[in-house]
């Protein structure tokens, strides 16, 4: 599985904004986002006057494929296959991202991060109606019955992140079995979704 394995609070400080990539570390004095808010690198304070149209659209892309833990490629894809799809381009494609298996054990809370969730994904602690996926990037749907497997319910991690994360349950998915269940109850709309994207401004930028 392809993945970014460099510093992750580098990408918080070229974005100059928290993207909570790190769970409790984000929260706490010893975000670096909290002590150096400019980007990083020898020229990093240069960075802070605003940039071209063409910045911003590319920075708001960054952003969002930085926030769901996604490569260029697969977000690249993503786009086309939400510019195919009926209705507003830019909701399908944060549609998509929400729907990814990864991003619904976070939402569930039993991850503090997208790449924790993607690690208990990846380590066979999670099933789909019932069968054992290990693909973070799993497409669900409306109907699908996401649940933690039985023996990774006994992990200290996973249980201190449901009784810990202050961190609300989207209404479009519904909790069961004391949060270590989640249904999918329909496919969220932009008003759902509380990811922070401009994302009209992606749409601009692969639009040119």
């Known amino acids: 599985m392809a993945r970014y394995t460099g510093p992750t609070c580098r990408l918080c400080r070229r974005e100059k904004i928290k993207l909570f990539l ?6 706490s004095p010893k975000c670096p986002v ?40 697969q977000f690249r894809n993503l786009y086309e296959e939400a510019n ?4 507003i381009t ?16 976070y939402r569930a809370r039993w991850a503090s991060s997208r790449s924790q969730a993607r690690q208990m994904v990846s380590h066979g602690n999670v099933l789909v ?38 961190r609300s349950l989207p209404s479009w998915l519904e909790a069961e079995d004391n949060g270590y269940k989640v ?8 008003e759902q979704i509380d990811t922070d994207v401009k994302e009209q401004l992606i749409v601009e930028l692969y639009s040119k």
């Open 22 to 27: 790190k769970g409790a570390k984000c929260d």
């Open 34 to 73: 909290e002590k150096r808010p400019y980007p990083p690198g020898e020229h990093g304070r240069d960075r802070m006057r605003q940039g071209s149209e063409y910045m911003s659209q590319l920075r708001e892309k960054q952003k969002a494929r930085r926030i769901y833990g996604v490569l260029e490629v």
């Open 84 to 87: 195919r799809q009926s209705g």
């Open 90 to 105: 830019g909701e399908n494609l944060l549609r998509l991202l929400e729907l990814r298996l990864d991003n619904i054990c």
């Open 129 to 166: 109606n019932g069968r054992r996926v290990t693909i973070a990037s799993f497409r669900t749907k409306p109907g699908d019955v996401i649940s933690v497997d039985t023996p990774a319910r006994e992990q200290i991690v996973i249980r201190q992140n449901l009784d810990l994360l202050d």
């Open 183 to 190: 249904n999918v109850r329909i496919v969220p709309v932009r």
